[in-house]
């Protein structure tokens, strides 16, 4: 069993940064790909980036160019760096685990993100 707490989401103005971090507990980090979605007001969750403990990464196109990935496999952390935000990025940011070995998946509570002047 994997637990995932996430942290830093907030209220935040257009054009600020936001940094979300993801801790991880139960299993052996380097077995997991580690990934973030989010889920609007009135929309389904989607897909934003996942990073593997190798370091590859996939990003949703929504994602590209102001998103960033990372992980600290020593502190079981992934991050997810979002730049110049946007209103239409507010929404409930959920961190995702997958374990290469079995294909489970687990998911954090979420943590909202709310971008507004």
């Known amino acids: 069993q994997v637990q995932l707490v996430e942290s830093g989401g907030g209220l935040v103005q257009p054009g600020e940064f936001l940094r979300l971090s993801c801790v991880a507990s139960?299993?052996?980090?380097?077995?997991?790909?580690m990934g973030w979605y989010r889920q609007a007001p009135g929309k389904r969750r989607e897909f934003v980036a996942r990073?593997?403990?190798?370091?590859?990464?996939n990003y949703a196109d929504i994602a590209k160019g102001r998103f960033t990935i990372s992980r600290d496999n020593a502190k079981k952390t992934v991050n997810l760096e979002i730049s110049s935000l946007k209103s239409e990025d507010t929404a409930v940011y959920y961190c995702h685990a997958e374990n290469i070995r079995d294909r489970a998946e687990y998911w954090g509570q979420g943590t909202q993100v709310t971008v507004s002047a």
């Open positions: 990073m593997s403990s190798f370091g590859s990464t």
């Open positions: 139960g299993s052996i980090f380097r077995d997991l790909v």
